[in-house]
Nanobody, 122 residues
Framework: QVQLVESGGGLVQAGGSLRLSCVASGTIFGIEAMGWYRQAPGKKRESVARITEDGTTNYADSVKGRFTISRHSAKNSVYLQMNSLKPEDTAVYYC????????????????WGQGTQVTVSS
């Protein structure tokens, strides 16, 4: 029903920047919240940033001041601008959708993208 396609990952030197994008495709009438998670090797998946339908944002302490999340509601898209990247930001980054509204009867969908690798070299 809904597919998430992420892009923008890659290899960057410490101090550099990357911009991740995620587009949710399908018949969608709105999305309650979108966000980004990441998972480094041997570690649990953690929330990086989240943005709700009204534009409220939340960030992990480790990325505050360096990462900026934004969304384009009409395009069902979410972005993550990552600046001043550090080697510890290396992880697979996953796009997350919470409660995408699929019809007028209250049907919703929540899920993850396939992930995009971000590697920061020192």
């Amino acid at each position: 029903q809904v597919q998430l396609v992420e892009s923008g990952g890659g290899l960057v030197q410490a101090g550099g920047s990357l911009r991740l994008s995620c587009v949710a495709s399908g018949t969608i009438f709105g999305i309650e919240a979108m966000g980004w998670y990441r998972q480094a090797p041997g570690k649990k998946r953690e929330s990086v940033a989240r943005i709700t339908e009204d534009g409220t944002t939340n960030y992990a302490d480790s990325v505050k001041g360096r990462f900026t999340i934004s969304r384009h509601s009409a395009k069902n898209s979410v972005y993550l601008q990552m600046n001043s990247l550090k080697p510890e930001d290396t992880a697979v980054y996953y796009c997350d959708v919470d409660n995408a509204r699929l019809d007028s009867e209250g049907t919703t969908w929540s899920g993850w993208g396939q992930g995009t690798q971000v590697t920061v070299s020192s």
